[in-house]
């Protein structure tokens, strides 16, 4: 068998004794012409078809003495576009590199996002889960256990999140509307968060059916809004709601607390 063929980019591996076998590229298929055609049948090139694409396939049996210099002088002869098509496969591969590159960076970034997603309901749930509207709650549950978050999903956390965020700041602007009939205790600031989250512990169905445990209809949203504003920018609030709203119970449901 000659020396395998210098035939633009091909990259040949032996199938079979004297014959080669390469991946068609598009610089080759500058070649595989009407014009290309009569020049390269007659070196033993041929074409396979693959499951996946086209082999450009060489036997040397049926190849021409002078192959090679046959093949050189077509390639002269398409040299401008040959070389064009090198260039133009060179930036592709440039090209594709840097769009590899975004994805992983893009993948990298949405992963990154999941994560911090899945933390911030998480972490809403523990503080303000009792003071959301149900509705609201059942979202930001069904979202922390999905398999897989979406984009959509992000913006519905948000717009929940945000929802639960003015109904907040909605009470953090009325704490002055507070108003009890007995004075506010003056116990120690812990007494009183763990009074409030006491009582709130004790309503986990918002005061809505009349059972003396918890708190009354009058206090328990303010309640829940206390429970989950404390450590937050309206802990101060929270803390002097608490102290307002927890006098009414310091004789019956805060005793253990009073002493």
Known sequence: ????????????IETVPGVLAAPATQQFWLLWTPAGKPVLRPCGISIKVRSTGYDVVWNAASAVVDYQDRLDALQASMADAI??????????????????????????LWAKTVIETRRNIDRQLATLGSFMAEADRLILE????????????????????????????????????????RAPLEWSEDTIVAACRHMTGLDADHSS???????????????????????????????????????SYQDTQLKKFAS
């Open 1 to 12: 068998m000659g020396a395998a063929p210098k035939l633009v980019d091909l990259t040949w």
């Open 83 to 108: 070389a064009q098509r090198a260039r133009q496969d060179a930036y592709d591969i440039v090209v594709d590199a840097q769009r590899a590159e975004k994805r992983a960076a893009a993948e990298a």
């Open 142 to 181: 069904r979202l922390s256990v999905k398999e897989t978050i979406y984009q959509t999903d992000v913006d519905e956390m948000t717009k929940t999140l945000r929802r639960v965020e003015i109904k907040s700041n909605r009470f953090a602007r009325d704490v002055a509307k507070v108003v009890r009939d």
């Open 209 to 247: 059916e009349p059972n003396n445990v918890g708190w009354d209809g009058k206090d328990s949203p303010w309640g829940h809004w206390c429970c989950a504003s404390f450590g937050s920018a309206n802990h101060d609030a929270a803390v002097g709601v608490a102290r307002k709203i927890l006098a």
